[in-house]
Every structure is written in C-alpha cells, then in structure tokens.
C-alpha cells in the first residue's frame, strides 16, 4: 500500500481532521483549519507533551509567554538582523522562490547551506538552475528576506509602535528567565517548557501541514552550568533519546525517523550544535525537529539589551554564572501529520478494503465509541447511560445509525481503538462487546471495568 500525502489531505478532510482555511472564500493559501478530530488530536498531543516533559519531570516547568513581545526581544535575539532567506524572483514568469532551496533540490544540502547572497545567485546561474514553474533561468539577484511578520500595536501606524509575530516560542522563554527563577526553586540543570503558536512568512511553505506560516512549536529551554563539557554533551544525548522515544509513544515507526546532525556552516545564527530528528515523509527526509546547544547566547544578548542581570548563583558555591542552553524544539503540526501518516493502513476485513487509523489509544481522538446492537429503547438507554460514566474521562461517540459493520469503519478510519456493543444478554448479565480495532477481535467484559481497561490502554500500563 503506498502511503501518499494526497490519501492523507483526503481523509483529513472527510472525516473532520483538517479542512483548507477559509474555503468558502476560495480559501487562503497554506492555511488549514482543525476540524473536530484534528482539533482533539492535536489537543492529545500537546496534552501527552505536556505531561512527559512538564508533569512528569521534577526539573521542568511550564510557561505560556505573550506571542507579542518588546521589538527588542527581536533585535537582541539577531532576528531582526539574521532571520532570513534568500529570495529570487524568475523574471519570467515572476515565480518566488528561495535561492538556498532551489540548489538544495538539485545540488544537494551541502551545496546550499551557508551560503552568502552573492554565493547564492552565483551558484544559480554557474548551475543553470530552472525555475521550477516556468523552466527559464533568468533570475534577479538574490535578496534577504526577513521571515518576521511584522505589524502595528494600537491606533497608529508609525515605526514606533510596530510589533512582530513571533516566529519561534523560545524567546518568551529566555525573557522570562529571571521572573522563573525568582518565583520558583529551580536548581540548575533545569528546564522551562511552553508550547504555543508562531508565525514565519515562508517564501516556500507547502506540503500540506509540513510547512505553514502559522504554525504550532513545544519548546524547552533547558539551562545548565557552562562547564563540564563532557556533561553538556551528555545531556544533549539525553535529550536526543528522550525526544526520540517520545515520538515512538506517539505511534511513530523508529524506520521513518534518523538523527541528523547539522554541518558547521548550517547552524541557526544562536547555535554551536544541532541535531535534527528527520522523519521519512512521502516527500523524503524532512526536518520533524531540533535539539540545539544555544551556549549562552540568548540569555548574554538579553542582558546587553535589556541591561537587566540574567545570571545564575549556585546555592552551593555561590559561583554567578549565565546558564548555557541545550534547545530541544518539537513542531506540533508536523508531529500530528506524521502521526497521521504513520497510523494510516489499509487491510482486508470480510472482504472488503478498509482504512484504518492505527493510532496508539493516548493520542486517538475518540478513545471508545459505544453502540447499541439495534435501536431499541433498552438497548439504547443501556449504551447511553454507559456513555456518560465513561465520557467524563475519555472522549466517547455513541452511534446508532445503519448496520454495525458500517459502524465499525466508521470508527476505524477515525482511529477509535475500542467499539463497546450493547447487546440482550448485556441486559441479563450486564456485560457488552469490546472490539478491538487492529485486530478487530471482540470479547465479553463487565461493564462495571470498561473504565479500568480504557484507562491501562489509554495509559499504556
Ligand atoms: N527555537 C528554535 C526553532 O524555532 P526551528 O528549527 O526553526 O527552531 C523548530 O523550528 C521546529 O518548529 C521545526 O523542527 C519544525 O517542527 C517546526 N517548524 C518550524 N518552521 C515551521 C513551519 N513553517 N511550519 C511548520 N512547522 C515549522
């Protein structure tokens, strides 16, 4: 079976994942709206972040900074000098189209990466690169693009009150270090967690949810000591195996996902290494996320601009330092689109072709849906009053609309992992069905431990 973006967008859109935005106006490019189960989903994602970096770790907490921040945050954090792409325009068929991308899908990423402007169109016009809509090769030079959205703050237009989007959710974070550290007992190493959207002016998104210009991140900054060396690697290694196993508790196949490590002349302006998780898209190889070591880059800039003290004192040896940061940064959408593609299948059941969404229980948008075998007031009042025991804690459809087959699949290609039927002997003995949708098996339980058994499944214990 093979596994395109094409079957996904569609499936998204029938059964309510994610709709294209604003569709009824003849839509706005690149934008994608979350429909009742996208929007569950993506709420079980962060929710499962959450709780395995926040809840569950003694040495993270949580944070939900402003997404308008001083324009300062910006000029001290090298956005406004260093955040951007270059940009070439064909001058045939006036197509843009970023320069550093356009040598990366024909030369490969070494050919592409830390290139300067002037490298850049060179390296176009020596290649004879074509553009990809119209095949010409004639390009303008290449320019900087600042991936900021930049807009105004109160009534008036001018240069004093304009403010930025922000494109990434680490700066509120180093922002508020001072403020954490104060209200908390935080020793370092520790870390400081906060999911939330950003905004980048993409020149070249696309690729369905891979590549917006609103777009969801889960960071953590986690600080540590400048030295040992050896121990700021450790924890950068942890923190690989840590992001990598969380993807897995999330369904993702560990085939579809490698470790990247970035080349010198690759790195972010802020970083000295960085290793992506790369997940096999039916596109290839694409970024899912980073772990960078910042040093202590941001919290030094900080300091300069805001001329506010952003240092650390040990309570031990009261040695001050500025904590350096290992940087490990999730895309939200992207993890729910490989989600998506790594729980979707198809198989034979009664000899018919079926889509089924294999998503593990913890993410599964509707954790059970309860039907009644027909309708009939006994059987109905029996399902309904099971549905509201259990829909205080779990997300639950009832259904009972046609045959029970056709309910079945109903369930299956929206991912719900457990199919409860309510039957006559369930009237006798108070048990029902419980189907399971992999392997589509069914067995008799009480319904008195329907809330336990969806709980250890849930919870994976
Ligand atoms: N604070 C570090 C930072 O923002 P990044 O590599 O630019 O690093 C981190 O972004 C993650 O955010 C990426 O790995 C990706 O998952 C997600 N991301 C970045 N730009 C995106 C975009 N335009 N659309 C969707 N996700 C994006």
Redesign the pocket.
Known sequence: MEKTIDKIVSLAKRRGFIYPGSEIYGGLANTWDYGPYGSQLKKNITDFWWKTFVQNRDDIIGLDSSILLNPKVWEASGHIGSFSDPLIDCKNCKERIRGDKLIEEHLGVEAAVGKSLEEVGQIIKENKLKCPKCGKTDFTEARSFNLMFKTHQGVVEETASSVYLR????QGIFINFKNVTQSTRTKIPFGIGQIGK?F?N?IT?GNF?????E???M?IEYFVAPEPQEQIEEIFENWKKDALSWYKAIGLNEDNMRFRDHDKDEL?HYSSM?T?IEYKFPFGWG????I?YRGCYDLTQHQTFSGEKMEYIDPQTNERYIPHVI?P???????LLTVLLDAYDEDEVNGETRVVMRFKPVVAPVKAAIFPLIKKPELTELALKIKQTLQNNFAIEYDEAGAIGKRYRRQDEIGTPFCITVDFDGLEDQTVTLRHRDSTKQERVKIEELESILFREINGI
């Open positions: 494109p990434e959710t680490a950003s980048r993409e998104p949810i891979f590549r917006t210009r777009f969801e991140q960071e972010s960085t992506d970024e899912l996320m980073g960078a940087e940064s999730f895309g939200l959408n992207r993890a």
